[in-house]
C-alpha cells in the first residue's frame, strides 16, 4: 500500500522533472530539475529495499556529479534563457519520438512476456552492502577493477593538465624586455 | 539490544518521531544560537543577550518574531523560483538527515501504546545515508548563490561547491576505518560495537580528529567557515536572503551541527551505552552537548585559514592522512 | 651637553619581545616541516585554554567586562565637551555671564547668538541667549575664551531630544539656583578624570 503510493509520487515527480530539464530554456532551471531526478530516483532503490544502491545513487549523482555540473554552470549567467537554435525540428521531433518508443519496446516486452528473472535474488540475512561486494567481486571483478585503472588514469590525466605550468605564477609574472633604448643597452 | 524483544515498529510511531525530530531539534537549533552567544560572550569576557526574559533566554522568540515578521525580499533579477526553493532545500536535507540518526532512546506512549522508535527511519546503511543527504546539502547554497545574481553570492556559493565537494571525501574516507572495524554500515551496529566500554574513538583517534575537521568544514563552522566569510564577501551565499528564508539556512546550518554530533558520539565516543552510574540517553545527550559547545569553543578560540589554505589542507594533508589510515586499519584488520 | 640624552627615548626598562621574522620557507620540504612543528606545538590547545580560562574569570571570578549602560554608566573625563553650562556667582548666585560676547565672536560654526542690553543699574544683561545644537560641533572656544568661567562644558551627552530648541535655551543651561551648591567648578584643561587611577594598566608589551 504504502509502496503503491510512493512509487506513483517517485514516478510522478522524476518524469515531470525531467521533463523540465528537456524542457526549459533557463539553465537554473534545467540543473535544478536534473538533480532533484536523482534524488526520486534514489528513491525508487529504497522502495525496492536495495538501500545501499539507493544511498550511492544519492552520494554519486547528486552529490559529486551533479555539483560538478552545476560547479560548471556558475561561469555562465545562470538567470537568463539560452536562445536555441532548431534547424529541424520536424526531424528532431521525430527521431527523439522513435528513439522513445524503441525503448518503451524494449523495456515493456519483458513484462508483457513475464519472463524476468533476477539474476541475482535478495538473499535473506545477507545485508545489502555485502551482496553488492559478493557480486562485484566474484563475478565482475574484472570490470571493477578495469573501471578503476580508467579513473585512475583519468585522475592523473586530469591533475596533468591541471598542474601544467602550475610552478609559475599567473598574477606575478616578470617579463624581462630588453631595453629598446641603446644608453639603457649600454648602461646595462 | 536483541531484536526481538523489541516491539514492532508502525507508521504512527515512525510519523511521531519524524515529527517530534523536526520540533524538538529545530527548538534546540533555534535554543543552539542563544546558547553560542552566551558562551562566546562569556569567553569574550562579554554578557551576551540578557534583557528578553530572565537572562535573556526568551532572546530566541524575539528573534524568531523578528524573523518571522521581515519583509521578504526578492531581487528582481533573481529567479524567484529557485531562490524561494533554496532555502528550504538546506534545512529539508539537514532534518532528512536526521532521519537515519538515532536522536533519543526508544520508548512507549503510555495509555495508547504506542512504540517510538530511536531511528526514524532504520535503513541498514544510515551512515552512507547520513552523508549522502549532507551532500545533497550543498544544493541549497549552491542553487541560493547562482540564482540571487549577486556577485558575492556566487562567489560564495563557489566556495560552497569546492569546500563540500573537497571535505566530503575526507569525510568519507575518515568514517571509513570505523566502517571496515565494525563491518557494518548501520548506526546501531556502531552502537553494540563499542558496548563493552572501549570506545572506538581509542582504535582511531586519526579518524575521529580527521571527521571532526571534516565535519568543521562541512558545517561551515570557524576555523573553515569562508563560505560566508564577511570580510571578503559580504554574506556569501545568503547575502540577499532577508527574514525566514534567512532563518531557514540557519536552522539547517544548526541542525547540521547537531548530526555532525551525533555522528562523531555515536561512531567514536560509544554512542548510547551505559558508561560508569549514568544511563545511556544521559550519556548521549551529555556527549553531543559537548561536540556543539566544542564547535563554539574552537569559534572563540581559533581564527579563520584563507580558502587556499583549506583546499591545501584537505588535499595534501587530510586525505593521504585518511588514505593511509585506511590501510594501515587494513593492513592490521588483516593480520590479527 | 649634548643632545643624546633627549634622543634616546627609550626611557625606563621595558622587556619588549623581540619577534621570530624568519624568512617565510622557501621549498616544499620546509614548508612541510614548518606545517609539522605549528601543529605538533600545542599552540592550537593553548588558545582554547585561553578562552576557556577567560570564561572562568568572566564567570565566577567576577571579571566581567561589560558595562550596562542605561543602568550603570562610565565616569566622564572632566575635559568632556558635552551640553554647556551657564555658571552662577556662588556668592550672589547671578549669572556669571557679563555680556561681552566673545563666546558669539569665536564661534566657528556660527551657532551662538546672544543679545544684550543695560539694565537700570547700567550694567549689561543677557536678554537673550541660545545655542542651536543642530550646529554645535562641540569645538570647546566658547569655554576656552570665557574671561568668568561662565559658560563650561557639562556632563550631559545623552543629547537625544524631541526638538532641538529643548535644550538650546540660557535658563536651560544655567545652573538652577537651588542647586547652587551642587555647582560643578570647571577644572580646567589639563584636568584628569575621576577614575584615572584605575585606568591605569600595563601596556601589551609588559606581559
Known sequence: MYEFIAFYIFAISTTILFMITVMSKNVLYAMTSLAAGMVMISGFFFILGADFLGVVQLIVYVGAVMALYSFAMMFFDATKDIKEKHNNPTLVFLLGGLMALVFVIIFSAPIIGENIEASYPIVNGVGNAQAVGIVLFTKYLVPFEVAAIMLLVAMIAGIILAGKKMDISLTKTVIQKEPEDEILKESK | ?336 | MGLEKFKDRNVGTQNYIKLDLTHPPKDGWSKFKQVLSRAVQPELFVGLWVTLREMNNALFRGKMHTTQYPLEKLPISPRYRAIHDMLRLLESGHYRCIGCGLCEKICISNCISMDTRYDENQRKEVSEYTINFGRCIFCGYCAEVCPELAIVHGGRYENASEQRASFSLFEDMLTPIDNLNLQQEYQGFGAISPNADDNIKKTPLAY
Open chain 2, 1 to 336: 539490544m536483541d531484536a526481538t524483544i523489541l516491539p514492532e515498529v508502525t507508521a504512527v510511531g515512525v510519523i511521531i518521531k519524524a515529527v517530534l525530530i523536526l520540533a524538538v531539534i529545530s527548538a534546540i537549533a533555534g535554543f543552539g544560537t542563544y546558547i553560542e552567544r552566551k558562551v562566546l560572550a562569556f569567553m569574550q569576557r562579554r554578557l551576551g543577550p540578557q534583557h528578553v526574559g530572565p537572562y535573556g533566554l526568551l532572546q530566541l522568540a524575539a528573534d524568531g518574531i523578528k524573523l518571522f515578521t521581515k519583509e521578504d525580499i526578492i531581487p528582481q533579477h533573481a529567479n524567484k523560483i529557485i531562490f524561494s526553493v533554496a532555502p528550504a532545500i538546506t534545512a529539508a536535507t539537514a532534518f532528512i538527515a536526521l532521519a537515519a540518526v538515532p536522536v533519543f532512546p526508544d520508548f512507549t506512549i503510555p495509555f495508547v501504546d504506542v512504540f517510538v522508535p530511536s531511528i526514524a527511519s532504520d535503513v541498514n546503511v544510515g551512515i552512507l545515508f547520513v552523508l549522502g543527504m549532507m551532500a545533497a546539502g550543498l544544493y541549497g547554497p549552491l542553487l541560493a548563490g547562482m540564482a540571487q545574481s549577486n556577485k558575492w553570492g556566487i562567489i560564495g556559493s563557489a566556495r560552497t561547491a569546492i569546500q563540500f565537494l573537497s571535505y566530503e571525501v575526507v569525510t568519507g574516507l575518515s568514517l571509513l576505518a570505523p566502517i571496515m572495524m565494525v563491518g557494518s554500515l548501520s548506526f546501531v551496529d556502531f552502537n553494540d560495537y563499542q558496548s563493552d566500554g572501549t570506545w572506538l574513538v581509542v582504535y582511531q583517534p586519526v579518524a575521529f580528529v580527521l571527521f571532526l575537521i571534516a565535519g568543521y568544514a562541512e558545517t561551515n563552522r570557524t576555523p573553515f567557515d569562508l563560505l560566508e566569510h564577511e570580510a571578503e564577501i559580504v554574506s556569501g551565499y545568503v547575502t540577499e536572503y532577508s527574514g525566514m528564508r534567512w532563518g531557514m539556512f540557519f536552522i539547517g546550518e544548526y541542525a547540521n551541527m547537531i548530526t555532525i554530533g551525533v555522528i562523531a558520539s555515536v561512531v567514536f565516543l560509544g554512542g548510547y551505552n551505559d558508561w560508569w552510574i549514568f544511563a545511556g540517553w544521559f550519556m548521549i545527550l551529555a556527549k553531543i552537548a559537548f561536540s556543539f559547545f566544542f564547535m563554539l569553543w574552537v569559534r572563540a578560540a581559533w581564527p579563520h585559514v584563507r580558502p587556499d589554505q583549506l583546499m591545501w589542507l584537505c588535499w595534501k594533508v587530510l586525505m593521504p592522512l585518511a588514505v593511509i589510515n585506511v590501510v594501515i586499519t587494513g593492513l592490521v584488520m588483516m593480520a590479527g
